[in-house]
């Protein structure tokens, strides 16, 4: 729909921003404010956490806005600046406007507006000047919405604008291979409840998959975290599980590579990089959730090596994985996360009928709703020796320090996660509404059906930018624990929100679990749970900012 004669639209764009970042920084001199109110009154931090995390879905939202703009620019420069990327921009931009000038929704039940930091409508100027209104109008034109679909339906979608060919060679190779090797068969998998085959798994090997960001001098391809969360997201773009099974040697890797001894990595780096070892992270536990620091699991020396007790819980892949990065409490007079080490405990693969053959180790499945290819367990440890050479680093009391080091990788992973997952609802949506007929003709001519198609290419787009500059962000080694807890939070809301509506597409259809967007659904809602949740992750971005 759009004409270049618009081009001035980016221009208009840029200046709609400042207005939303004065938005967002009067917000954050609001919650200042509220917070030294609660401090002043006696109340602890957790008083005025709806302004808080309500901050933090402002300020991601305004740093979305602000790489859709970037990308845009990006494009303008290479003289690539089409029609197609200027309706994403427009719709992109007023939706998002909107939304922080009227309700955004932190959740389905949880709306955040202007006067919840206590700023009144007739001090919201910023967001309702002449430059915000023209640009919502332009955005909201039905006929960029028909246009974005349009395009979308015949396979024209915008340029990601990776930077990199070897990146993007990788990326064409891994879609193919999800094509032809995942997609077919995913649904099947998670209906049967199965683990993901051992050919898929040994086919991902080959590719290299699970040695991208490790070293060459260990076997790997040392090629990043953006390349990371572009694998990521086209294996989930086929399932979930794979996509979450080719991360998993990414944080092994990271810990062992960044907190290891020498010793260490020469053991473990290269069979991480050529998939003979499979990794699980062994750290949640069931009184602590993400509270790691209270863990109980104890590990108490004894001569040459450490006796584990304790349990845990949700944890990924334990029955075939081979090695397990174990968080436990090895100074137990220390309290706290000073306590804490982590241990690289080989484990042998569980086999049918004894999935848990180790001496002094249990485990049981928890049943879930989806996220199945790799299955999650319940874990107890009696007993369980591990050598103390097993002990990361060397140095007992660094675990927590350790951990924490590698959760922005594990959050830009998610994020990545869920941008497959998006994307794959979008296809799922798109494709059933060019096919499925009503009163005479295909639904996807029908406005609410094709808008809600527009909106979910959009935020798409949205959730890859900004996953793909955190990542930019991690790989030029600066500290990101803000951009990627922003990608996760918008990210994972996107996914589900796309589920959602591609399901909606379907009708009834959608309920029905041969129709792959069903699984879809459950997959979609465990992204704004684990790696911090939804809530979690809204207090670390606040606290970060603030």
Partial sequence: MTDLATAPLIDLAARALGHAQSYRDAVAKA?????????????????????????????????????????????????????????????????????????????QSETVRPLDFGIPMSAMGMLHGDEVERLIALGNAPGRRAAVVGEASVGRWPDPLLDHDG???????????????????????????????????????????????????????????????????????????????????????????????????????????????????????????????????????????????????WITHAVRSDLMTLLVRT??????????????????????????????MSGSEIPVLGYRGMKEYELAFDGFTVPASSLLGGAPGQGFRQLMATFESARIQTAARATGVAQNALELGLAYALTRKQFGRPIIEFPRVRDKLAMMAVETLIARQLTYFAARRKDTGKRCDVEAGMAKLVAARVAWANADSALQVHGGNGYALEYPVSRLLCDARILNIFEGAGEIQAHVIARGLL
Wanted: aromatic share 8%; glycine share 12%.
């Fill in 31 to 107: 919650c200042r404010e509220l917070v030294a109110q609660s401090a002043g009154q006696g109340e602890d931090g957790d008083a005025q956490q709806r302004a808080l995390h309500g901050y933090a879905w402002v300020a991601s939202y305004v740093e979305a806005l602000t790489q859709l703009l970037d990308w845009a620019r990006r494009l303008q420069t290479r003289g690539q600046l089409s029609a197609l990327a200027l309706d994403y921009v427009a719709i992109g931009f007023a939706e998002y406007l909107q939304q922080l000038r009227g309700g955004l929704p932190m959740s």
């Fill in 331 to 360: 100074e137990l007079d220390v309290p706290g996360a000073r306590g804490i080490s982590l241990l690289l405990a080989d484990k042998p693969r569980g086999v049918e009928g004894n999935p848990f053959p180790a001496a002094g």
């Fill in 167 to 313: 990146i993007e060679a990788f990326r064409v190779q891994v879609r193919r291979f999800s094509d032809d090797k995942i997609a077919p068969f995913a649904n099947d998998w998670h209906r049967a409840d199965i683990l993901i085959p051992d050919s898929v798994v040994s086919q991902m090997a080959e590719l290299g998959v699970f040695g991208l960001t490790i070293p060459e001098a260990y076997g790997g391809s040392d090629l990043g975290k953006l390349a990371m969360a572009v694998v990521s997201e086209e294996l989930s773009r086929g399932y979930i599980g794979t996509g979450s099974l080719g991360t998993r040697a990414e944080i092994a890797g990271e810990l062992i590579n960044t907190g290891g001894t020498a010793a260490q990595k020469e053991r473990y780096l290269p069979s991480l990089a050529d998939g003979s070892i499979l990794p699980t992270a062994v750290f949640t536990e069931p009184g602590s959730g993400s509270d790691l620091a209270s863990l109980a699991t104890r590990a108490v020396r004894d001569g040459e090596v450490f006796r584990v007790t304790g349990a845990k819980t």
